[in-house]
């Protein structure tokens, strides 16, 4: 025999929020621009995910337009998020193709990530360096690494977005060895 159990007094208190409507919707952009660093992208993908979530109330509203008029207002500002995230990902090492998938995946314009991927492409001996340096990698290592080790330290590289020709270079390269561009 079942026995059915009467609703807890939590989930009953727990009410299903109003559906939004553009006032609300006003609302949650701002206080989502203020907490966090974002694109339009993201911010358009964070309203519109609201929207599903708990319905909406009134004329429909377009959550590319709120996120526009929020970079109108100097509250997004694409080019500067995508400076940020380059020089943040390049300082812990990773190389211009894993910084092009962030900034792709933060849903930003090509025109904005452009002159960031040219900066991360520019600098990606650095880049790869202080990856190296962190993992003890070829040159910083204390002792030559076996094939299998070097092996899992070329795939280190590589997941981090750095050229294949470059993480070789750096991975065969002898303790104490001072790599230079070529």
């Known amino acids: 025999m079942a026995v059915s159990l009467p609703p807890s007094p939590e989930a009953s208190s727990r009410r299903r929020p109003p559906p939004l409507d553009q006032a609300a919707l006003e609302r949650l952009a701002l206080r989502y621009v203020e907490r966090f660093a974002t694109t339009r992208g993201k911010l358009s993908a964070y309203l519109a995910r609201k929207i599903r979530e708990r319905g909406w109330d009134g004329a429909p509203v377009d959550p590319a337009a709120v996120a526009e008029r929020m970079a109108a ?3 997004v500002d694409d080019r500067g998020f995508a400076e940020q995230k380059g020089a943040a990902l390049g300082r812990r090492g ?3 193709r894993r910084v092009a998938e962030t900034l792709r995946a ?3 314009d090509p025109d904005d990530a452009a002159p960031v991927l040219a900066q991360a492409r520019a600098g990606a001996l650095a880049s790869a360096l202080r990856l190296a340096r962190r993992k003890r990698i070829g040159p910083f290592a204390d002792a ?3 094939a299998a080790q070097r092996a899992r330290q ?7 977005g ?3 020709s470059l993480a ?5 390269a002898e303790p104490g060895a001072i790599l230079d561009e070529e």
């Open 106 to 108: 933060a849903g930003l």
């Open 154 to 160: 070329l795939g280190q590289l590589l997941r981090a």
């Open 162 to 164: 750095h050229a294949p």
């Open 73 to 75: 207002l100097g509250y």
């Open 94 to 96: 990773y190389g211009a």
């Open 168 to 172: 070789r270079r750096i991975v065969e």
């Open 144 to 146: 030559p690494a076996d």
